[in-house]
C-alpha cells in the first residue's frame, strides 16, 4: 500500500457511508480483507499523515479559532482533518492558516454565533451536531481493529511493527515527556505573532 492506496480509502470511506460510526466500520472491514503488511502499510501511512498535522502553527489555528486548547482534543482534531480528504489536509496542513476558510469550520462557527442564527443551532438535530464537531478520534483506532481482527493478537504489535520500520507518532502529545508539536514555538498571548502567522484567523477574530 502506498500514500495514494492511503488516501483513496480515506476518501472512499467518506463516501461509501453516512455516519462517522459507520465509516470507522467500513475501513475497518476494507482493511480487515487484506494482508496483515497492507494493515501495517496502512498504520504507517496513518502516523506519518498524523505526524504532518502535529505541528505548533496548525495547533494554534484549532487553539484560536475553536477556543479549544486540550491535547488530546487538538489529536483528534488532526484525525478530522484527515477525514476531509487529502487535498483539504494537505492545504491546510501546508497553511494553517487556511483552516479558517473551510466550508465545514464557516458552518460550525456560524452556528456558535449568538442572537439571529442561535436558533440555528437549537434546531439542528443533536445527532448531526456530534458528527460534525471537529474531531474524530475513532478514526484513528482503524488499523488497530483490523490488525487485531486479521492476527488475533495484541494491537500492541501493530505499533511496534511500525517502530521496526522506524516510523513513530507525534501522537499523543504528553510535554512532561517532551512530545510537544512540531516547529519554533511561539506566545500565543503576542496579537503582533499571531497576526503574523496567522493573518486571515487574525482578521476573522477582529470581525
Known amino acids: 500500500m502506498d500514500v495514494d492506496d492511503f488516501w483513496d480509502l480515506i476518501e472512499r470511506s467518506g463516501r461509501e457511508t453516512d455516519t462517522r460510526r459507520a465509516r470507522v466500520s467500513w475501513l475497518v472491514d476494507e482493511l480487515s480483507r487484506r494482508p496483515v503488511e497492507e494493515i501495517i502499510d496502512y498504520h504507517i501511512w496513518w502516523t506519518t499523515t498524523q505526524n504532518r498535522g502535529c505541528t505548533i502553527d496548525l495547533y494554534a489555528a484549532y487553539w484560536f479559532v475553536f477556543r479549544m486548547g486540550s491535547l488530546d482534543g487538538f489529536e483528534y482534531f488532526v484525525n478530522w482533518l484527515v477525514s476531509l480528504g487529502r487535498e483539504t ?89 517532551g512530545n510537544v508539536p512540531h516547529g519554533e514555538q511561539w506566545d500565543f498571548d503576542d496579537e503582533q505573532e499571531m497576526a503574523r502567522r496567522l493573518p486571515r484567523i487574525a482578521r476573522y477574530r477582529d470581525q
Do not use: N
Open 89 to 177: 489536509f494537505e492545504a491546510v496542513t501546508d497553511c494553517p492558516d487556511r483552516l479558517i476558510e473551510l466550508p465545514q469550520v464557516l458552518h460550525l462557527l456560524e452556528l456558535e454565533k449568538p442572537s439571529a442564527t442561535s436558533a440555528k443551532r437549537w434546531l439542528q438535530d443533536p445527532e448531526q451536531m456530534r458528527e460534525e464537531q471537529p474531531e474524530f478520534d475513532p478514526l484513528g483506532h482503524v488499523a488497530y481493529h483490523a490488525y487485531e481482527q486479521v492476527t488475533g493478537q495484541d494491537p500492541d504489535g501493530l505499533g511496534e511493527a511500525a517502530d521496526a520500520r522506524g516510523v513513530s507518532g507525534g501522537f499523543p502529545l504528553v510535554p512532561a515527556l
